[in-house]
C-alpha cells in the first residue's frame, strides 16, 4: 500500500491516475485549487477502494504554503513514499508574447512552483531514503518552437532539473521519474482539433502507474513521442528556423 | 466544441453534432445556455434521433463519471450521471450487490437509464430503472438546482424519470441497489413453437424466475409464426462462477451490410434449431444480460446506412393477436432482423409520466435502414400499434410520427409543462415540434 501525494489532483491526468491507485488500495493524499472539485474527486476515490483520501486546498503559486502542506499530507498518511506532480495550465503564447508580466505568471506557475515542491520534497526524501517523484512535463520541453516556446521553456526548465535532481538522489535510493506526455485528450486542450495522435487521459495513467512500479527515468507517453522528438531534435537550428509549427 | 464522434447507435439519421463536454458538477461551461438549444448526451446508445440535436448543442455529460457514496449496508450507491452501468457493476458486484434493472446494455450511463427510464428482463419483478431512483439532482438552463424524488418536486421527478433528457441536465442520482450471491446466474433455454406456447410458457416462467426473455424466429410463416426460444435465469449462488466468454470487436465498417435476406434467413433457421441444453446451466451474468456487449461496435454490421430499432408494447388482452399480426407483416415484407425479441412486462407502474414501459407485450426488432421500404414498413406497424392502444419506445426510434407519438403518449402535454425552454432534441422537434 503507497502513501501517494498527487499534486494538481484535479487535472484529468491526474484523476485517471489516482483512480488506478485507488483500485489498489493505496493511501492518497490531494492537493488542488478548487474545493469542490477537489471533494468531488475525493469522494470517487473513497468508493472506488482508496484506504484514505485526504485533502488541502492549495494556489500552487503560494510557495510559501508549500512547507505546509507536504507536512500535513505526510501527517495525514503518517508517511509518504509516492508523489505525482500534475499541476499546470497551457500557456497562451500570443497573450505571453505580448506580456512579460503573463509570461512570468505562466513560468511562476508551470516551473517554479514545481520547483519549490521538488526541492522540499527532495529534502525529504533524501533524508528517509527512500521515495518516488513523478513529474508532468511535456514534449513541448524538448525543443523550443515559435508556437509555444513559453509552456515549452517551463517545460524544459523543468526536464533539466529532474535530470540534475535524479543525478544528486541516486545514490539515497530516491527515484525520479520525468513523464513527457504528447497530446491528450483534457479539458487543458478542449480548444484544440483532435487527430490520431491524441491520448485519452485513462491510457496516459496507466502508462504513468506502471512507469513509476518499474522506475523508470523518463517516459513519452504515448511511447511514440520518443521517436517523433527524437527526429524533431535532429533537425538542425538553420532549418527548424524557417519551419512553422 | 468538437464535431464528428457524436451520433446515435442505429446510426440513422447521420446528421453532424456540435458538442461541449462537462467534466463537473458544480459549474456549467461559461456562456452554455446563451445560444441554442442543448440535450444532454451520454454514452450514445440510443438507437434513433432521441439523443440528437441538430440544431442546437450536445451536452456531453460522460465526463461526469464520479461515484459519490456507496453504503454496502444499506445497499445505496450515489454517482454522477455520466457513470456507466458497467461500471456500477464492477464496484458493486464484488461486494455482493447488483443494480435492481438494466438494459440489455450495461454500456449505458445513469442519466440515460434515467432519461429513458429504462427496462430489463425482470420487469415483470423490479419494474423500470426509475422505479428505483431514490432522488436525483436537476441542473435548469436558467442555472437552478432541483433536489427530486418521489416527495421533493415530486412532478419533476416524475418528468423526468423518462424525459428523454429534456427537463434539464441529471447531475447525479442516488440508486437502491439489490443483493446477489455471486456473479453466476442459472439459466434455462426452452424452444416453443408458436405464440400460444409463448403465451403458456412466460405465464408460468415469470411467477418462477426473475429474467425472462424470448428470442423469436421472425422469418417464421404460417403454423410457426411467433417460434422461437425462451430463456429464463436467475442470480445463483455458490463458488463456480462461469468464465465470461471472450470479447470481439467490429473495427471498421464492412465493405457491404452483412445483414441482408440470405443471412437474415440463415441466421433465423440455425438460431432456432441450435441445441438446447436440458435442464439449468451457468452462465456469467455479463453473458446472460448483456450479450451484444460482447461485440463492440456491433451496430456496423450493417453498414454506413445503419439500422432502426422498432420496439413497441400492447396491452396484454389481444396481446398475442396483435404480436401475431405485426410479425405476419414483418414476414411478408421479407426484411427482418437478427434478434427479435419479446417479452411480457408487468404490472409494476413506472414513475415516469412519459414512460414507454406498461403492463402488456413488449416486441422488438432492428431493420437494416432500406430507406423507404423500412419506413413505409415502420408506418405500417405503427398503425397496427395505434389501433391496438399500445406504444413505440422513443430510446430506439428515429421516425414515428407526432400523430402516432401523441396517441402512445397521452400525458405529453403534461409532460411538456416541464421541459426547460433550454433543452430540446431531434426527435422532440420531431413529434411535439418543441423548442429551438
Known amino acids: 500500500m503507497r502513501k501517494i501525494l498527487i499534486v494538481g489532483a484535479t487535472s484529468a491526468i491526474a484523476e485517471a491516475t489516482a483512480r488506478l491507485f485507488a483500485r489498489q488500495g493505496d493511501c492518497l493524499f490531494l492537493v488542488a485549487r478548487d474545493e469542490a472539485r477537489l471533494v468531488a474527486v475525493a469522494e470517487n476515490l473513497r468508493v472506488r477502494g482508496a484506504t484514505e483520501v485526504g485533502q488541502a486546498t492549495l494556489d500552487l503559486c503560494e510557495t510559501d504554503r508549500h512547507e505546509q502542506v507536504v507536512a500535513e499530507a505526510v501527517q495525514f498518511l503518517e508517511g509518504l513514499d509516492t508523489v505525482l506532480i500534475a499541476h499546470g495550465t497551457l500557456s497562451d503564447q500570443k497573450a505571453c508574447e505580448a506580456s512579460w508580466q503573463r509570461t512570468r505568471q505562466e513560468l511562476e506557475i508551470n516551473l517554479l512552483s514545481t520547483l519549490s515542491l521538488l526541492t522540499i520534497l527532495a529534502n525529504r526524501f533524501e533524508v528517509q531514503g527512500y521515495g518516488a517523484l513523478a513529474v508532468i512535463s511535456s514534449v513541448a520541453g524538448d525543443r523550443g518552437r515559435q508556437s509555444n516556446y513559453i509552456y515549452g521553456t517551463g517545460k524544459g526548465a523543468l526536464n533539466i532539473f529532474l535530470q540534475g535532481l535524479r543525478n544528486r538522489l541516486h545514490r539515497s535510493g530516491v527515484r525520479v521519474l520525468t513523464i513527457k506526455p504528447g497530446f491528450v485528450d483534457t479539458p487543458m486542450t478542449a480548444g484544440i482539433p483532435k487527430g490520431a495522435l491524441w491520448a485519452t487521459p485513462e491510457r496516459v495513467a496507466h502508462t504513468i502507474k506502471n512507469a513509476i512500479e518499474r522506475k523508470r527515468d523518463v517516459i513519452y507517453v504515448p511511447w511514440f513521442w520518443r521517436w517523433i522528438m527524437g527526429i524533431i531534435r535532429t533537425i538542425p537550428e538553420t532549418v527548424f528556423k524557417r519551419l512553422s509549427f | ?436
Request: aromatic letters at 10%; one cysteine or more.
Open chain 2, 1 to 436: 466544441m468538437r464535431e464528428g464522434r457524436y451520433g446515435s447507435w442505429g446510426r440513422y439519421p447521420r446528421r453532424p453534432q456540435q458538442a461541449v463536454s462537462m467534466r463537473w458538477r458544480d459549474r456549467v461551461p461559461d456562456g452554455l445556455f446563451a445560444e441554442g438549444s442543448v440535450l444532454p448526451f451520454g454514452n450514445g446508445r440510443s438507437y434513433g434521433d432521441s439523443c440528437l440535436n441538430s440544431a442546437g448543442y450536445l451536452l456531453d455529460a460522460r465526463g461526469l463519471d464520479r461515484f459519490i457514496r456507496f453504503d454496502p449496508v444499506e445497499g445505496t450507491l450515489a454517482c454522477e450521471a455520466g457513470v456507466l452501468l458497467s461500471e456500477i457493476l464492477d464496484l458493486v458486484v464484488p461486494r455482493g450487490w447488483f443494480l435492481p434493472v438494466t438494459p440489455g446494455t450495461a454500456h449505458v450511463t445513469v442519466g440515460g437509464a434515467i432519461a429513458n427510464d429504462v427496462h430489463g428482463k425482470n420487469h415483470h419483478r423490479t419494474g423500470t430503472f426509475g422505479c428505483h431512483v431514490r432522488r436525483l439532482e436537476l441542473l435548469r438552463s436558467e442555472g437552478t438546482r432541483h433536489l427530486c424524488s418521489r416527495t421533493e418536486n415530486a412532478d419533476l421527478f416524475r418528468a423526468t424519470v423518462g424525459g428523454l433528457g429534456l427537463t434539464g441536465l441529471i447531475l447525479w442520482a442516488e440508486l437502491s441497489l439489490r443483493p446477489v450471491a455471486s456473479e453466476a446466474m442459472e439459466v434455462r433455454t426452452t424452444r416453443f413453437g408458436n405464440l400460444e406456447e409463448f403465451a403458456a410458457l412466460s405465464a408460468q416462467a415469470d411467477q418462477d424466475h426473475e429474467y425472462t426473455v424470448a428470442w423469436v424466429d421472425c422469418l417464421a410463416r404460417g403454423d410457426s409464426l411467433g417460434r422461437g426460444l425462451f430463456m429464463a435465469g436467475d442470480h445463483a449462488a455458490g463458488n463456480s462462477v462461469p468464465r465470461i466468454k471472450p470479447r470481439l470487436d467490429m473495427p471498421v465498417d464492412p465493405p457491404f451490410p452483412l445483414v441482408n435476406g440470405l443471412s437474415l434467413r440463415l441466421f433465423n433457421l440455425l438460431y432456432y434449431h441450435r441445441p438446447v441444453s436440458r435442464g439449468l446451466h451457468r452462465q456469467h451474468y455479463r453473458d446472460f444480460l448483456y450479450p451484444l456487449d460482447r461485440i463492440s461496435r456491433w451496430n456496423r454490421m450493417y453498414g454506413r446506412r445503419g439500422f432502426m430499432q422498432y420496439q413497441c408494447v400492447v396491452p396484454r388482452k389481444s396481446g398475442t393477436d396483435v404480436i401475431g399480426e405485426l410479425l405476419g407483416q414483418i414476414s411478408a415484407s421479407g426484411t427482418g432482423s437478427f434478434l427479435t425479441v419479446l417479452k411480457v412486462f408487468g404490472d409494476i407502474e413506472s414513475p415516469g409520466t412519459l414512460s414507454f414501459p406498461r403492463p402488456g407485450l413488449t416486441l422488438a426488432l432492428d431493420f437494416p435502414n432500406r430507406g423507404k421500404r423500412t419506413l413505409d414498413l415502420l408506418d405500417d406497424l405503427d398503425r397496427v400499434v395505434v389501433d391496438a392502444g399500445g406504444a413505440v419506445y422513443p430510446a430506439k426510434d428515429a421516425r414515428m410520427s407526432s400523430n402516432a407519438f401523441k396517441s402512445y403518449f397521452p400525458r405529453w402535454l403534461e409532460f411538456e409543462e416541464f421541459v426547460d425552454p433550454g433543452f430540446s432534441s431531434d426527435l422532440w422537434r420531431r413529434v411535439a415540434g418543441g423548442g429551438g
